[in-house]
T-cell receptor, first 112, second 114 residues
Framework: QKEVEQDPGPLSVPEGAIVSLNCTYS??????FMWYRQYSRKGPELLMY????GNKEDGRFTAQVDKSSKYISLFIRDSQPSDSATYLC????????????FGTGTSLTVIP | EAGVAQSPRYKIIEKRQSVAFWCNPI?????LYWYQQILGQGPKLLIQ????????DSQLPKDRFSAERLKGVDSTLKIQPAKLEDSAVYLC????????????FGPGTRLLVL
């Protein structure tokens, strides 16, 4: 079983839709949860990070962590064509803290 | 603030040849990471440096891959000899502190091994 599981998609939505992206994980020691956005032929860029459980909101983006279910989500409201990219979740433990474990990424296309 | 620089951007080689990738992290960032991203997969950590020392190289195929970070700044990743399965994007990232949640990635080097 992989440390982090993520549905690769592809996901295609109309402009203005609410997008839900999800990851599950098996390691209960993960404490930091990150979402990266990766445009084609570019390196990943950090969108949001959350420590432990709870919600975090930043503009149109909301990250949720449910540690009891080992499940994290990223919601994108009022999706725009510029949101078209691959979204990667990543996680790491707190104490050892060094290695990030990435999901496979979900490819999202927002259709104008 | 300049981002993480990588070169070359693309490289095509034949199997059994050698290849080297270069990375210049963001100024002042002590930690440097090399990742391998195979098409359709997430990045996999190959090696992590803290200044010029190796913190984690547990997933680096040491029979063919090597990396160094001289003077704690630039880094080079080498593959010798290359195999077909090494075809991937090699990403360099840096962070201000070890394990910092904010990693800044470079654009990557796309390697195709024929």
């Amino acid at each position: 079983q992989k440390e982090v599981e993520q549905d690769p998609g592809p996901l295609s939505v109309p402009e203005g839709a609410i997008v839900s992206l999800n990851c599950t994980y098996s390691n209960s020691a993960f404490q930091y949860f990150m979402w990266y956005r990766q445009y084609s032929r570019k390196g990943p860029e950090l969108l949001m990070y959350t420590y432990s459980s709870g919600n975090k909101e930043d503009g149109r983006f909301t990250a949720q962590v449910d540690k009891s279910s080992k499940y994290i989500s990223l919601f994108i409201r009022d999706s725009q064509p510029s949101d078209s990219a691959t979204y990667l979740c990543a996680m790491k433990e707190e104490n050892t803290g060094n290695q990030f474990y990435f999901g496979t990424g979900t490819s999202l296309t927002v259709i104008p | 603030e300049a981002g993480v620089a990588q070169s070359p951007r693309y490289k095509i080689i034949e199997k059994r040849q050698s290849v080297a990738f270069w990375c210049n992290p963001i100024s002042g960032h002590a930690t440097l990471y090399w990742y391998q991203q195979i098409l359709g997969q997430g990045p996999k950590l190959l090696i992590q440096f803290q200044n010029n020392g190796v913190v984690d190289d547990s997933q680096l195929p040491k029979d063919r891959f090597s990396a160094e970070r001289l003077k704690g700044v630039d880094s080079t990743l080498k593959i010798q000899p290359a195999k077909l399965e090494d075809s991937a994007v090699y990403l360099c990232a840096s962070s201000y502190i070890a394990g910092g949640e904010t990693q800044y990635f470079g654009p990557g080097t796309r390697l195709l091994v024929l």
